[in-house]
């Protein structure tokens, strides 16, 4: 059986960090480590949240053809370092957490990856979470919002959409898709 690369993706503050913390915790699974040009939020620790690097640096990489995908969102740009996923995937199931236009383009280059789409119950619940967090100024979180309803348009190209309402019943979700893809292919 091969391994499955998985693209987890969903509106900002729709859980996904949390989700994904709770599948790696159960083991099985090597995260992708995406690059940002954006300056690290407290607590978030270089090569582990994301490789924090200069602009000149992101575009030099971009160049050379180093991003199984990339995009800019509220002026930093998100990149899927290629080298990083194809060395993981030779050992285990590889999860990506990106956006969507992102997830769309990993599918495109490999169709056997597992799009699942993770979204909120609704948008007032999504807001008070992005509040709860404290890390975006307002602007930041009307940013946020304002692609909500972009992200949620891109449903049909995913595999799988599964609604955050509760935690433990959203990681359950993904842990019985995934394995079951798994079985399937
Ligand atoms: P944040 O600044 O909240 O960490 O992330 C902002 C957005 O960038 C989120 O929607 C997140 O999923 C997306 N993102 C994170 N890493 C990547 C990546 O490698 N590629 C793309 N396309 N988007 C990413």
């Known amino acids: 059986m091969s391994n499955t690369l998985i693209v987890l993706s969903g509106?900002?503050?729709?859980?996904?960090?949390?989700i994904?913390?709770?599948?790696?915790e159960k083991g099985g699974?090597?995260?992708?480590?995406s690059c940002t040009t954006r300056a690290p939020r407290a607590g978030e620790k270089d090569g582990v949240s994301y490789f924090f690097i200069p602009r000149d640096r992101f575009t030099q990489l971009i160049r050379e053809g180093g991003f199984l995908e990339y995009s800019e969102h509220f002026g930093n740009y998100y990149g899927t370092p290629k080298f990083f996923v194809e060395s993981k995937l030779k050992t285990r199931d590889v999860i990506l957490e990106i956006d969507v236009d992102g997830a769309l383009a990993v599918k495109k280059a490999y169709?056997?990856?597992?799009?699942?789409m993770i979204a909120p119950p609704d948008r007032e619940e999504l807001k008070k979470r992005l509040l709860l967090r404290g890390t975006e100024t307002a602007e930041g979180i009307e940013q946020r919002l304002s692609r909500l309803d972009y992200e949620l348009s891109k449903q049909s190209g995913y595999d799988y959409v599964v609604i955050n309402g509760n935690l433990d019943k959203a990681v359950k979700e993904i842990e019985n898709?995934?394995?079951?893809?798994?079985?399937n292919r």
Request: charged fraction near 25%.
């Open 11 to 18: 509106p900002s503050g729709v859980g996904k960090g949390t």
């Open 20 to 24: 994904v913390k709770r599948l790696l």
């Open 29 to 33: 699974f090597e995260l992708s480590v």
């Open 111 to 116: 169709p056997a990856a597992l799009l699942i």
């Open 177 to 183: 898709i995934i394995e079951n893809e798994k079985q």
